[in-house]
């Protein structure tokens, strides 16, 4: 590194024409000889990025580009970056196929990764056969490719799960059976496509077969569905997390609350995601029996966010370990003042990839080069993880609608992870997270043609403004009851959460019997991100 150092600052003299350091000026110039200098015998990023821009030059051996591509693409996978352009995938399809071309080896991991792509499948099924290609077509998801190539009589493991996954549950009875005849795992597969095909009764006998609890779990299910809600809550006590979390609901609603309440405090003293919502379950229902040392129990457990709503404040989180500026920083700075701010990610991304012990170091690097998600991964769980972007914006706007800036700070952190260009798989957009057909609301509220939803400063002023709505919406309710009714109306609507308050007679037992899990976990990341906020300067 420090020799790297040295020839950087060296090339500030040398480069002022170009304004890029060395040996990044070779690159900008797109000179072959000069860049296979730095891909063959560079350091850091720069040799990474060289290499990756001569996969394309016929001039170069093909070996040697198929090299450089294949490192390049294993770097984008690890790295996982959020950013247009740093997907992994499209440098996997390059690198495969030059693998290929080059009879490399390495060409058959190179397309795997690609699966369930037809081409990765033609690919694989030329280079590869047996147990190999086998586990790689179900890895990959190829489900019809793999029943055309396995043998019958051959893992009929593999063949019972591509066809259940198919949904083709008739079909893959028989191979289930025989699964299970050498692993009792193909029971819980067994009857789990019973289930599917309507046959309860075979479904449990096959379950009980498997010893274990996701199997426990499924027999659960069934008896639940079946209305042998005793028997269900009995297969539930022995079974999952999830189990358990539904074996309280069956209590509660049979009105046996004492028994739900020792079932949610073994869950709250666990570590399973159902813990803290437990937790502040277990100290409603001891209070209404009038059990206060168990609430007193639950009350302590209630952890982070949720125990805001109990009145408890949550100390800061854990500070980040202090040490000194990395060595990177001047060679971000001057790629950042000749307008290559990608490239500085990018030697942010290697050296954290190659010194992950460094992170303290280099998020700050990352948040200055806008870089947030990837900084608040690397930072988690410590205060570091917990930064300001778009300071003036969030608060200015959170100001107009009397909102705290803690509290959108705390919505966008995760939402977005500040990243203006996030797209969920469900379509939620920008920073905010936002549908186009609720941001077409809010336009309407605020009187204006909807804004680019990958404007930052446009996605702020939004959420201020329809946080804002909600909060009135749920005025039925004060203080954070109120917040905690307007935040989960951000995720689950406004209406699903009305009416689900209005079902279930109070907002704790919407809270705890809502239909979806993704708005009762949303809350709580919500106000544990808001706790961390406020205990952070």
């Given at each position: 590194m420090r020799g790297f150092l040295l020839s950087f600052l060296l090339a500030l003299t040398s480069c002022q024409a170009q304004g890029l350091p060395e040996p990044f000026a070779a690159l900008e110039g797109g000179r072959v000889e000069e860049m296979r200098q730095v891909a063959l015998g560079g350091e850091g990023y720069a040799r990474m990025l060289s290499g990756w821009l001569l996969v394309d030059r016929e001039e170069v051996p093909l070996a040697e580009?198929?090299?450089?591509?294949?490192?390049?693409?294993?770097?984008?996978?690890?790295?996982?970056?959020?950013?247009?352009?740093?997907?992994?995938?499209?440098?996997?399809?390059?690198?495969?196929?030059?693998?290929?071309?080059?009879?490399?080896?390495?060409?058959?991991?190179?397309?795997?990764?690609?699966?369930?792509?037809?081409?990765?499948?033609?690919?694989?099924?030329?280079?590869?056969?047996g147990e190999r290609l086998w586990e790689a077509l179900f890895r990959g998801r190829a489900y019809e490719a793999l029943l055309r190539v396995l043998p019958l009589g051959v893992r009929p493991d593999l063949r019972a799960q591509a066809l259940f996954r198919l949904g083709r549950y008739e079909e893959a009875l028989p191979f289930y059976r025989e699964w299970a005849r050498e692993d009792p795992r193909g029971y819980l597969g067994l009857g789990y496509a019973l289930w599917r095909l309507g046959r309860r009764e075979e479904a449990l006998e096959a379950l009980a077969r498997y010893d274990h609890p996701e199997s426990r779990y499924a027999q659960g299910r069934i008896l639940e569905e079946m209305g042998r809600l005793l028997e269900a809550v009995a297969a539930y006590r022995r079974s999952t997390p999830e189990g358990l979390w539904r074996a309280t609901g069956v209590l509660e609603r049979l009105g046996l609350r004492r028994e739900?309440?020792?079932?949610?405090?073994?869950?709250?003293?666990?570590?399973?995601?159902?813990?803290?919502?437990?937790?502040?379950?277990?100290?409603?229902?001891?209070?209404?029996?009038?059990?206060?040392?168990?609430?007193?129990?639950?009350?302590?457990?209630?952890?982070?966010?949720?125990?805001?709503?109990?009145?408890?404040?949550?100390g800061p989180p854990p500070p980040a370990p202090s040490s000194s500026p990395p060595p990177e920083a001047p060679l971000v700075e001057a790629l950042v003042a000749s307008g290559k701010e990608a490239w500085a990610r990018g030697v942010v991304r290697y050296a954290l990839w190659q010194r992950p012990q460094d992170w303290p170091v280099l998020v700050p690097l990352?948040?200055?080069?806008?870089?947030?998600?990837?900084?608040?991964?690397?930072?988690?769980?410590?205060?570091?993880?917990?930064?300001?972007?778009?300071?003036?914006?969030?608060?200015?706007?959170?100001?107009?609608?009397?909102?705290?800036?803690?509290?959108?700070?705390?919505?966008?952190?995760?939402?977005?992870?500040?990243?203006?260009?996030?797209?969920?798989?469900?379509?939620?957009?920008?920073?905010?997270?936002?549908?186009?057909?609720?941001?077409?609301?809010?336009?309407?509220?605020?009187?204006?043609?909807?804004?680019?939803?990958?404007?930052?400063?446009?996605?702020?002023?939004?959420?201020?403004?329809?946080?804002?709505?909600?909060?009135?919406?749920?005025?039925?309710?004060?203080?954070?009851?109120?917040?905690?009714?307007?935040?989960?109306?951000?995720?689950?609507?406004?209406?699903?959460?009305?009416?689900?308050?209005?079902?279930?007679?109070?907002?704790?037992?919407?809270?705890?019997?809502?239909?979806?899990?993704?708005?009762?976990?949303?809350?709580?990341?919500?106000l544990a991100a808001y706790a961390a906020y406020r205990a952070t300067p």
């Open positions: 580009r198929a090299e450089y591509a294949w490192r390049y693409a294993l770097f984008l996978e690890e790295v996982r970056a959020f950013e247009p352009g740093w997907e992994a995938k499209a440098a996997w399809r390059k690198a495969a196929f030059l693998l290929q071309k080059a009879q490399d080896p390495r060409a058959f991991s190179a397309w795997q990764r690609l699966l369930p792509e037809e081409e990765a499948v033609a690919a694989l099924l030329s280079l590869g056969e739900a309440l020792e079932l949610y405090l073994d869950l709250a003293r666990g570590s399973s995601r159902y813990a803290d919502d437990a937790a502040l379950r277990a100290y409603f229902l001891a209070r209404e029996l009038g059990l206060g040392e168990l609430g007193e129990e639950a009350l302590s457990l209630v952890p982070g966010g949720l125990g805001l709503l109990l009145g408890k404040e949550p990352l948040y200055r080069l806008g870089a947030y998600r990837e900084g608040i991964r690397a930072a988690w769980p410590t205060a570091m993880a917990y930064p300001r972007p778009y300071r003036a914006w969030v608060e200015g706007y959170a100001q107009r609608e009397g909102l705290d800036p803690d509290l959108l700070y705390a919505l966008l952190h995760v939402e977005s992870r500040f990243d203006p260009l996030a797209v969920s798989p469900t379509g939620a957009l920008g920073l905010a997270q936002f549908l186009r057909s609720t941001w077409a609301d809010v336009a309407r509220m605020l009187g204006e043609p909807p804004a680019d939803p990958f404007d930052p400063e446009a996605s702020i002023r939004y959420a201020a403004r329809y946080l804002r709505w909600l909060l009135e919406r749920c005025s039925a309710f004060k203080g954070l009851e109120q917040l905690a009714c307007a935040l989960t109306a951000y995720n689950g609507g406004i209406g699903y959460t009305l009416r689900g308050i209005a079902r279930e007679g109070d907002l704790y037992a919407f809270l705890r019997f809502q239909e979806r899990d993704e708005p009762r976990e949303y809350l709580a990341k919500v």
